[in-house]
T-cell receptor, first 113, second 116 residues
């Protein structure tokens, strides 16, 4: 069964902290994605990766970075968390190739105080 | 530029009623795919369907059906005889060359509440 897991369901951090959100997939997918979900805005793409050590900016990359050292793991990093980064963060993966469906993890609800 | 509009922010229906969720899209590409996802209260998005731009046949899967009309750029989703378990946020999404064909561009979602 397809599985995407995220390291935490809920996370509370303080302004200025460095935050790591981890995502692991067990489907041997090439593509991995990070989204944030906010009320009224839907899902917005932060970063994505087509392969190990490769990354591409999405629509809202400011304030974030990513790391993909292994195929199954894709990390989202908030270098210095700010209150406007309080959100739900969703990780997804898909096969390589075009127009494939993405499989999502359960999400991490991050609160920055 | 690509755009996905889900004009219905929230819908409430009584159990066993039929309900249609609207999705209107814009893209300059002639080849594209449309998707529907369900996000139950647990938070994980669940893939429901993928449809390519060259296949306008309607699709039915149990109580779910989808109506794709290129003439109106719409890909609407109907739930027949709704159940409480259908309560969720539903997202329509577009994948096209201009979005990056590996990527999905999501609408803002429709929250469906089914009242017992």
């Amino acid at each position: 069964d397809v599985k995407v897991t995220q390291s935490s369901r809920y996370l509370v951090k303080r302004t200025g902290e460095k935050v790591f959100l981890e995502c692991v997939q067990d489907m041997d997918h090439e593509n991995m994605f990070w989204y944030r979900q906010d009320p009224g805005l839907g899902l917005r793409l932060i970063y994505f990766s087509y392969d190990v050590k490769m990354k591409e900016k999405g629509d809202i990359p400011e304030g974030y970075s990513v790391s993909r050292e292994k195929k199954e793991r894709f990390s989202l990093i908030l270098e210095s968390a700010s209150t406007n980064q309080t959100s739900m963060y969703l990780c997804a993966s898909s096969l390589s190739g075009r127009y494939n469906e993405q499989f999502f993890g359960p999400g991490t609800r991050l609160t920055v105080l | 530029a690509q755009k996905v509009t889900q004009a219905q922010t929230e819908i409430s229906v009584v159990e066993k009623e039929d309900v249609t969720l609207d999705c209107v899209y814009e893209t300059r590409d002639t080849t594209y795919y449309l998707f529907w996802y369900k996000q139950p209260p647990s938070g994980e998005l669940v893939f429901l369907i993928r449809r390519n731009s060259f296949d306008e046949q309607n699709e039915i899967s149990g109580r779910y059906s989808w109506n794709f009309q290129k003439s109106t750029s719409s890909f609407n989703f109907t739930i027949t005889a709704s159940q409480v378990v259908d309560s969720a946020v539903y997202f329509c999404a577009l994948s096209a060359a201009e979005t990056g064909a590996n990527n999905l561009f999501f609408g803002t979602g429709t929250r469906l509440t089914v009242i017992p």
